[in-house]
């Protein structure tokens, strides 16, 4: 007994490879991101999702560590579905991949809640550290990403005001970025949804 118990100490330390589901419309690029995903001992593929609808069932009945979402998806996009299902599940790990870099559209998707923002034309290492790191907490952003979000606040300087906010405005702006919706943070505050 002490022998199996000494050689339980010494025995390699295996990790979970990292579940990924994926939203995306195009069966193509759908199935090249399986196949990636499939090649590595690292990651472990979950599920595929051809519109937002069909991912708010699946990802949160079957919640993976990392969800890959388009935002160009028939029916409901995907800004909005990430919107909807960090609601329904703050602790979701949602990265955006797609082809757009228009920063309206960036921030659009990160203010609905999505951990990090990556093209789909990076190279396929690249989409496996994103993966990664949004695994370890990070938010993922390739550099030309990263590029747009310091031009636009370079463009866009915050408004220099001495208004300080109230505890209760504190207290919407805490809820709006944990990626409740307002009638959700009206019912959790008792307030009117007009308020």
């Known amino acids: ?5 000494m050689l339980n100490m010494f025995a390699p330390i295996t990790t979970m490879p990292i579940t990924v589901s994926i939203v995306e419309d195009d069966a193509g690029v759908r ?3 399986v196949r990636l995903l499939k090649q590595s001992r690292e990651f472990r593929f979950l599920e595929s999702y051809s519109t937002g609808e069909a991912a708010l069932r699946g990802a949160i009945a079957t919640p993976p560590d990392v969800l890959l ?9 995907g800004i909005v579905c990430v919107q909807k299902l960090r609601a329904l599940a703050p602790a979701l790990r949602i990265v955006v991949l797609t082809v757009y870099e228009n920063p309206e559209r960036i921030f659009n998707a990160l203010a609905a809640g999505a951990l990090g923002y990556i093209l789909k034309q990076r190279p396929s290492a690249e989409v496996l550290e994103a993966i990664r790191d949004a695994h370890q907490g990070g938010a993922p952003m390739s550099s030309q990403i990263a590029r747009k979000v310091v031009q636009f606040f370079q463009r866009n300087p ?18 709006l970025a944990k990626g409740y919706l307002i009638k959700e943070i009206a019912d959790q505050l008792g307030i009117s949804f007009v308020t």
């Open 31 to 33: 199935g090249s991101l």
């Open 1 to 5: 007994m002490l022998a199996d118990q």
């Open 69 to 77: 979402m388009d935002i160009n998806l028939p029916g409901m996009n």
């Open 158 to 175: 915050p408004p220099a005001h001495d208004a300080s906010l109230s505890a209760r405005e504190l207290e919407v702006l805490s809820l």
